[in-house]
């Protein structure tokens, strides 16, 4: 009796069993596509953040770096795999309390042949898209800037450049100190070899611009001259230190060892 109401049922509402069929063939898709589809795996650099590269927004602090874990997993909804940090690299934005973090991202992806494309949680990937991937220690947010179906292989160069101040601080050539080391979570990059000073050449008083701020007392102004040795990437005719700080002859170089900071140091030879 229950069957034939149900009968009954069904017929005068025949849009519900064909919304489950719908139902189930959509199921059967998705777990055909995620438990037995051939899996494309691509290769991203992120550079954490906001997302949106055009966006000026607060870079990360020291406390998000170190929730980023090497080796930390994404897992989808069947427990495999989605996505894994390969690399963590950092650097200190010009003497802040912020960072530029770069991580590389093993990424299972959906393949789109016609039109050649990936996507990632049905949006697609891409240099320039923002990516957000939920791992165990973190939530990753951020921008791809490079993208590639192998591992990341960095060419670095080995080189050995001079970085001057004119107005140096009495302090700051007492503080350099040889041998000191930038180590960016994957390569040393920043390797002090030598320093040089000369006698003072000018006395600068509080109506300066070189002045320290709230001392009325006459300073002798050094000239210093660090010789260091850089590991650095060739791209487009172009030196670069880390992921895009181009070193060039007459430019500044930003970089902090742990040591100390190099502020209004420039450039003034590349060997």
Same mark, same amino acid.
């Given at each position: 009796?229950? /069957?034939?109401?149900?009968?009954?049922?069904?017929?005068? $509402?025949?849009?519900?069993?064909?919304?489950?069929?719908?139902?189930?063939?959509?199921?059967?898709?998705? #777990? =055909?596509?995620?438990?037995?589809?051939?899996? =494309?795996? #691509?290769?991203?650099?992120?550079?954490?953040?906001?997302?949106?590269?055009?966006?000026?927004?607060?870079?990360?602090?020291?406390?998000?770096?170190?929730?980023?874990?090497?080796? @930390?997993?994404?897992? &989808?909804? /069947?427990? !495999?795999?989605?996505?894994?940090?390969?690399?963590?690299?950092?650097?200190?934005?010009?003497?802040?309390?912020?960072? @530029?973090?770069?991580?590389?991202?093993?990424?299972?992806?959906?393949?789109?042949?016609?039109?050649?494309?990936?996507?990632?949680?049905?949006?697609?990937?891409?240099?320039?898209?923002?990516? &957000?991937?939920?791992?165990? *220690?973190?939530?990753?947010?951020?921008?791809?800037?490079?993208?590639?179906?192998?591992?990341?292989?960095?060419?670095?160069?080995?080189?050995?450049?001079?970085?001057? !101040?004119?107005?140096?601080?009495?302090?700051?050539?007492?503080?350099?100190?040889?041998? @000191? !080391?930038?180590?960016?979570?994957?390569?040393?990059?920043?390797?002090?070899?030598?320093?040089?000073?000369?006698?003072?050449?000018?006395? /600068?008083?509080?109506?300066?611009?070189?002045?320290?701020?709230? *001392?009325?007392?006459?300073? +002798? %102004?050094?000239?210093?001259?660090? #010789?260091?040795? %850089? !590991? /650095?990437? *060739?791209?487009?005719?172009?030196?670069?230190?880390?992921?895009?700080?181009?070193?060039?002859?007459?430019?500044?170089?930003?970089? *902090?060892? +742990?040591?100390?900071?190099?502020? $209004?140091? #420039?450039?003034?030879?590349? @060997?």
């Amino acid at each position: 009796m229950n /069957l034939k109401k149900l009968v009954r049922f069904l017929r005068k $509402n025949y849009f519900i069993p064909i919304l489950v069929v719908i139902v189930i063939f959509i199921g059967l898709i998705t #777990v =055909y596509k995620i438990g037995f589809s051939k899996p =494309y795996y #691509v290769y991203v650099k992120v550079k954490v953040g906001q997302g949106l590269w055009w966006a000026s927004t607060q870079r990360p602090s020291i406390w998000q770096l170190d929730a980023i874990k090497k080796g @930390d997993t994404s897992y &989808d909804i /069947l427990g !495999k795999p989605l996505a894994q940090i390969i690399s963590k690299k950092y650097y200190r934005y010009y003497g802040s309390d912020q960072l @530029d973090i770069y991580l590389s991202i093993k990424v299972r992806v959906t393949y789109n042949k016609r039109r050649g494309e990936y996507s990632l949680n049905r949006s697609v990937l891409s240099v320039g898209s923002p990516i &957000d991937i939920q791992f165990s *220690s973190q939530r990753i947010t951020g921008t791809v800037i490079a993208l590639s179906i192998i591992p990341f292989n960095d060419r670095f160069f080995e080189k050995t450049i001079k970085i001057s !101040k004119k107005y140096a601080n009495p302090w700051e050539f007492d503080s350099i100190k040889i041998g @000191d !080391k930038y180590f960016d979570g994957e390569t040393i990059l920043f390797e002090v070899v030598d320093k040089q000073t000369q006698n003072a050449s000018s006395m /600068l008083t509080l109506n300066t611009s070189f002045s320290t701020s709230g *001392s009325n007392v006459l300073e +002798p %102004v050094n000239p210093i001259d660090v #010789v260091a040795k %850089v !590991k /650095l990437r *060739s791209i487009n005719n172009q030196w670069v230190l880390g992921e895009d700080q181009i070193i060039v002859i007459g430019r500044p170089l930003n970089i *902090s060892t +742990p040591n100390f900071l190099f502020d $209004n140091y #420039v450039v003034t030879s590349i @060997d």
